[in-house]
């Protein structure tokens, strides 16, 4: 059965650098799509960016930026300058490609963003 | 962009009342919608798959007699929640994916319903 990890339950990062989320994933089918979503704590799913697993480049959304390794089966997301308000929980999700879109969902992780 | 609308966002009932949740594709047609359950700090459960015309698909656990789901038509599907009991408490959030959408287009999420039962 498909299976998504993201292994840091919570992160910090310093207002205006860098910060990588993980995510890995287990999947036997070959045609795929990766999706990342961020939640504020006012609750609402804003989608971030999406990965499919045909795509060449890796995917890439104003500051966000996909860190898409198939091999491996990792799909890592790149949030450059940080800002404030992107402190939120982020998760991750798997889905077939082109299905009804049934995701898997990863446990999330939490980024807080210091000033 | 397209546009998911939940109602109500907040709601308190009482134990042993039923509570209906409408979830709105605004701007795009949606055959299949998800019904997901959080609870705090935690991720998305999938209670169930509404499928416009037919009934829905449950998950695993879930009741169906407790969690009843109609999707009448391709905008609008509902969640009610039968003889609501406090253990029911939680973030009941909706997402549909535009029927005419490509195959990398995602899901579009209400912004969630947070249900207190007394």
């Known amino acids: 059965a498909q299976k998504i990890t993201q292994t840091q339950p919570g992160m910090f990062v310093q207002e205006k650098e860098a910060v990588t989320l993980d995510c890995t994933y287990d999947?036997?089918?070959?045609?795929?799509?990766l999706f990342w979503y961020k939640q504020p704590s006012s609750g609402e799913m804003i989608f971030l960016i999406y990965q499919g697993s045909y795509d060449q480049q890796n995917a890439t959304e104003g500051r966000y930026s996909l860190n898409f390794q198939k091999a491996r089966k990792s799909a890592n997301l790149v949030i450059s300058a940080s800002q404030l308000g992107d402190s939120a929980m982020y998760f991750c999700a798997w889905g077939y490609a082109g299905n009804n879109r049934k995701l898997i969902w990863g446990l999330g992780t939490s980024l807080a963003v210091n000033p | 962009g397209a546009v998911v609308s939940q109602h109500p966002s907040r709601v308190i009932c009482k134990s042993g009342t039923s509570v209906k949740i409408e979830c709105r594709s605004l701007d795009f047609q949606a055959t299949t919608m998800f019904w997901y359950r959080q609870f705090p700090k935690k991720s998305l459960m999938l209670m169930a798959t509404?499928?416009?015309?037919?009934?829905?698909?449950?998950e695993q656990g879930v009741e169906k007699d407790k969690f009843l789901i109609n999707h009448a038509s391709l905008t609008l599907s509902t969640l009610t929640v039968t003889s609501a009991h406090p253990e029911d408490s939680s973030f009941y959030i909706c997402?549909?994916?535009?029927?005419?959408?490509?195959?990398?287009?995602?899901?579009?999420f209400g912004n969630g319903t947070r249900l207190t039962v007394t």
């Open positions: 509404s499928n416009e015309g037919s009934k829905a698909t449950y």
């Open positions: 999947t036997s089918d070959p045609s795929y799509g």
């Open positions: 997402s549909a994916r535009d029927l005419l959408g490509a195959s990398n287009s995602p899901l579009h």
